[in-house]
Structures are given as structure tokens and as C-alpha cells.
């Protein structure tokens, strides 16, 4: 029996990484290549991660690991070649009109209770019943709240 649990787990964990993926390329808002190569980086972290953790203990399941890995990687080699996809701050160097913009837009706000109150609020807004709410509505529910409307 734990057997058995232990191959379902590693085929939901290895589904369940791609289904997200898929969700979120496949999303109807807010959706645009600038989602392509984050999800994909995360897919495959997360895959390799799940690969190196399990490398002993992964019954049948690897080769739909390997499998999975080795076609992203082919499908998407040309595009992850291209591209800088470190999550440091100087790759953005080579272009000055975003950087400037991602330091004005992700400059963080001072701690104070007021922001910690909107925080708060965020979490109360955003439950799990409310997953697919779009940002613009989210941002006019916190309004609205925060307005005492």
C-alpha cells in the first residue's frame, strides 16, 4: 500500500507542477510573454528540485521527470538562450528605461501601521474563495474597503 502512495505522490507532485504552469499560460487576463520564461524557470526549478531530492526514491515516475524536463528544455532552449532570466538586479543594466522604471515601481513603501492595516486587509480580500480575481479588481475592493464604502 505505501508503495502505491508513494508512486501516486510523485506523479501528482510532477503533474501538479505543470498543471500550474498550464493555468497560468493558458489564463484569459493578464497574460503576455513576459509570463513565458518566469513559469518556465519555475517549472524546471521545481522539477529538478523534486528530481534531486527523489533521486533514490523515485519509483516509476522518473522517466516522466526526465521527460518532462528534457522537452522544455527542447522547446524552449532558444528562448531561454536569449535571454537573461537571473533574478539579479544587474542583468538589468543593459536596459537602463527598465531598470529605472522597476527601481521607481519596486521601491518599498516605509513601515507604518497604515501599510501594515492595507497588508492586512489584502490578506482578508484575497482568500482562497477569491483566487481568480483579476489585479484591477482586487485594487478596487481595497479601495473600497479602505474607503469604508
Not at 509570463?35 to 526549478?45: A, G, M, N, R, Y
Not at 527523489?54 to 522547446?75: F, H
Not at 518599498?108 to 489585479?135: C, D, I, M, Q, Y
Request: proline share 3%; hydrophobic share 45%; net charge neutral.
Amino acid at each position: 500500500m505505501q508503495y502505491l502512495q508513494a508512486i501516486l505522490f510523485d506523479i501528482e507532485y510532477t503533474i501538479v507542477s505543470v498543471c500550474y504552469a498550464l493555468d497560468i499560460l493558458q489564463g484569459e487576463h493578464a497574460v503576455g510573454m513576459g509570463f513565458l520564461l518566469p513559469t518556465i524557470s519555475i517549472v524546471l526549478k521545481q522539477l529538478n528540485d523534486f528530481q534531486q531530492r527523489n533521486q533514490n526514491s523515485l519509483l516509476l515516475c522518473e522517466p516522466l521527470v526526465n521527460a518532462l524536463i528534457d522537452g522544455i528544455n527542447r522547446r524552449f532552449e532558444h528562448l531561454r538562450e536569449k535571454h537573461d532570466v537571473s533574478s539579479d538586479l544587474s542583468s538589468l543594466n543593459a536596459y537602463p528605461h527598465i531598470k529605472q522604471l522597476y527601481v521607481a515601481l519596486n521601491t518599498g513603501l516605509p513601515a507604518s501601521a497604515a501599510v501594515e492595516r492595507v497588508f492586512s486587509l489584502g490578506g482578508r480580500v484575497f482568500s482562497p474563495l477569491r483566487t481568480k480575481l483579476s489585479a484591477e479588481h482586487f485594487e478596487m475592493m481595497i479601495f473600497l474597503r479602505l474607503a469604508k464604502w
